[in-house]
Nanobody
Framework: QVQLVESGGGLVQTGGSLRLSCAAS????????MGWFRQAPGKEREFVAA???????YYTDSVKGRFTISRESAKFTGSLQMNNLKPEDTAVYYC?????????????????WGQGTQVTVSS
């Protein structure tokens, strides 16, 4: 089992920044990818970013150049630095862990999920 806990969400104005953190515990050696997903009100959950054990990163197009994903090499912990936030970034953000580096955008490949943290960007 792997337990994931997100933190760092909150309310910010357009153009502001937030840093989300994901802390993992348990059998983290089985997880090779950390991903971030988000779900806006009335919408399906979508891929935001992912980072592999070798630090290869992936981003959805709408956050490229604004968000940066990182992780600590010795632990399955990481963060999502979000800059120049926009109202359309408002969502609940979830940290997730996957045992495979294939198709990192695919939610079904992630077997552990955090409870989520709310990010609200006011206009």
């Amino acid at each position: 089992q792997v337990q994931l806990v997100e933190s760092g969400g909150g309310l910010v104005q357009t153009g502001g920044s937030l840093r989300l953190s994901c802390a993992a515990s348990g059998r983290t050696f089985s997880s090779v990818v950390m991903g971030w997903f988000r779900q806006a009100p009335g919408k399906e959950r979508e891929f935001v970013a992912a980072i592999t054990w070798s630090s290869t990163t992936y981003y959805t197009d709408s956050v490229k150049g604004r968000f940066t994903i990182s992780r600590e090499s010795a632990k399955f912990t990481g963060s999502l630095q979000m800059n120049n936030l926009k109202p359309e970034d408002t969502a609940v953000y979830y940290c997730a862990a996957s045992p495979t580096a294939r198709e990192v955008v695919k939610q079904a490949n992630y077997n552990y999920w955090g409870q989520g943290t709310q990010v609200t960007v006011s206009s």
